[in-house]
């Protein structure tokens, strides 16, 4: 955290990296039992990279941010990172310092409230930091954490229900969190991911542990298991689809699967009036702290 707060942001994610390769995978000897890192050392990194170890020193240390494109590229081939990661280094050498930037709150169009009252489906709209801005009765029905004012990310570390709810909360919050650091991407100074991350980071070691590892991946399309405790389990596929500065997300089954069949029965125990309370941010309140 020292590194990212200082503006070494690129020093400490070339450090978290090369923790988590074993020089077995970079196919060097163990080295015995007086390895002192868990992963390579900053010397066989630069040896791989085919650069000087003074010259990765002073890259790890942030004495020199204006590394060439073809010395990321060796980096990135010798840290094993694919093509998301390979793009968010690319993208650490290359931001440069900006000026503060006031918080704006989120808005969600008019129409968009239109058609999640249309859809027949759980949907909702998220903003960048996992704010819940809006739903419908359906997302609500399938999960009481999608109500808009809440957090997803928050919720899933934090509430209990929304752990049980996850099949495999592990890799849930191992993606939300990789997900969540390459949407801040150079945003670093945007005040609601600074107060979220710092809110998480004191009550969550989960977060913590995940954070401190450096994963980035994007979180779009895809498909999760859920527990619900009154339909019972739900395999679900997740599309997120931006809309202006949001993201409606909707999750949908297969169709004619049994998770649709409990989705239909969740749909008629649940309320089918929309809801109205994302209307907080459309008139700037933000969500809650």
């Known amino acids: 955290m020292k590194d990212e707060e200082s503006g ?32 390579l050392r900053r010397e066989e990194v630069a040896l791989l990279a085919g650069i000087s170890p003074d010259y990765y020193l002073r890259l790890e240390r942030g004495r020199d941010k204006n590394p060439s494109p073809q010395v990321l590229e ?4 010798v840290l094993q990172l694919d093509d998301i990661e390979r793009t968010y280094l690319l993208g650490l050498a290359a931001a440069r310092p900006r000026a503060p930037r006031r918080k704006r709150p989120e808005h ?29 009765s359906m997302a609500i029905a399938l999960s009481p954490r999608l109500r808009p004012g809440l957090n997803r990310l928050r919720s899933l570390l ?7 709810f996850h099949q495999d909360w592990t890799k849930a919050t191992a993606d939300f969190i990789a997900a969540l650091r390459t949407t801040i ?21 989960r977060f913590r542990t995940l954070w401190a ?16 405790p009154v339909v019972g389990e739900l395999r679900l596929h997740r599309d997120k689809l931006p809309i202006d500065d949001v993201i409606l997300v909707v999750y949908y089954p297969d169709k004619d699967s049994d998770s649709d069949e409990k989705l239909q029965l969740l749909a008629a125990l649940s309320h089918t009036e929309p809801t ?5 941010f459309n008139r700037g309140e933000g969500p809650p702290t």
């Open 158 to 164: 934090l509430d209990p229900e929304e752990q049980a």
């Open 108 to 136: 969600v169009p008019p129409r968009v409230h239109e058609l999640l009252a249309h859809l027949q489906i759980p949907a909702f709209i998220e903003g960048r930091a996992f704010d819940v801005l809006a739903s419908n």
């Open 8 to 39: 070494n942001r690129l020093g400490s994610y070339l450090r978290a990296r090369r923790e988590l390769v074993s020089p077995a995978q970079a196919g060097l000897p163990p080295g015995g039992g007086n390895r002192r890192v868990p992963g």
């Open 213 to 228: 590892r450096h994963d980035v991946r994007s979180l779009d399309g895809g498909t999760t298991t859920v527990h619900h």
């Open 185 to 205: 991407g150079d945003d670093t100074d945007n005040p609601r991911f600074v107060e979220l991350v710092g809110e998480l980071a004191l009550s969550s070691q």
């Open 276 to 280: 109205d309370t994302a209307q907080q």
């Open 74 to 77: 060796s980096l990135a081939r």
